[in-house]
């Protein structure tokens, strides 16, 4: 599953405006530090209700 399928106790999906406004607040960091982020992003929309199902991530670095 993507990351933006991730539920909170709600039910409600972190979904893609959440993603991508996630990657765009750490779009300077470095891509390391950008997926620490998004992820804990994410590890604070599941708050206590946790990751029910495994959770994917395909990045990739552009350097100039």
Do not use: C, K, P
Request: hydrophobic residues 40%.
């Amino acid at each position: 599953d993507g990351l933006y399928e991730a539920e909170n106790s709600a039910r409600e999906d972190f979904g893609v405006d959440r993603l991508l406004a996630g990657l765009e607040a750490s779009r300077t960091a470095s891509l390391e530090q950008s997926l620490a982020s998004l992820m804990d992003r994410v590890q604070q929309w599941h708050g206590d209700n946790g990751a029910a199902d495994a959770s994917s991530i395909l990045a990739i670095e552009r350097t100039a």
